[in-house]
């Protein structure tokens, strides 16, 4: 991420200070690492298993997933219900593909939010 979108995702984890959030998409950490600062309960899903490797110890309560955000997504929703937390920040930046994209979205909007929840895309 260039700084200008770093600030603009600062300033509205900063305002809304969301409950649980869902990170599609990790890669190396950038926008994970502004989440995990704001967000309480954190999912991060990525397709290589050498985000968790590399990322884990630097956020300690950030519950890392590896495998393909289609098939990881339904379960991860559950989730937070489950935990007693609210959903409140999707960021999805995962498959830059359009199908893959729309399946993200898609997935994501199956969602009930019971508070305010943000839907930030990148690279889409």
Same mark, same amino acid.
């Given at each position: 991420? /260039? #700084?200008? &979108?770093?600030?603009?995702? #600062?300033?509205?984890?900063?305002?809304?200070?969301?409950?649980?959030?869902?990170? @599609?998409?990790? #890669? *190396?950490?950038?926008?994970?690492?502004? @989440?995990?600062?704001?967000?309480?309960? /954190?999912?991060?899903?990525?397709?290589?298993?050498? =985000?968790?490797?590399? %990322?884990?110890?630097? $956020? !300690?309560? /950030?519950?890392?997933?590896?495998?393909?955000?289609?098939?990881?997504? !339904?379960?991860? %929703?559950? &989730? $937070?219900?489950?935990?007693? =937390?609210? *959903?409140? $920040?999707?960021?999805?930046?995962?498959?830059?593909?359009?199908?893959? =994209?729309?399946?993200? @979205? &898609? %997935? /994501?909007?199956? #969602?009930?939010?019971?508070?305010?929840? =943000? @839907?930030?895309?990148?690279?889409?």
């Amino acid at each position: 991420m /260039v #700084y200008v &979108e770093r600030a603009a995702v #600062y300033y509205i984890l900063s305002q809304l200070n969301p409950a649980g959030a869902l990170e @599609i998409g990790t #890669y *190396l950490g950038g926008s994970l690492q502004l @989440i995990a600062q704001f967000a309480k309960t /954190v999912f991060s899903i990525d397709i290589d298993e050498n =985000v968790q490797k590399s %990322l884990a110890p630097r $956020f !300690p309560h /950030v519950r890392f997933l590896t495998g393909d955000s289609k098939n990881l997504i !339904p379960s991860v %929703l559950t &989730e $937070f219900p489950a935990r007693g =937390v609210d *959903l409140q $920040f999707v960021m999805i930046d995962g498959d830059h593909s359009r199908a893959g =994209v729309r399946q993200d @979205i &898609e %997935l /994501v909007l199956q #969602y009930r939010p019971r508070a305010p929840l =943000v @839907i930030m895309m990148h690279d889409s």
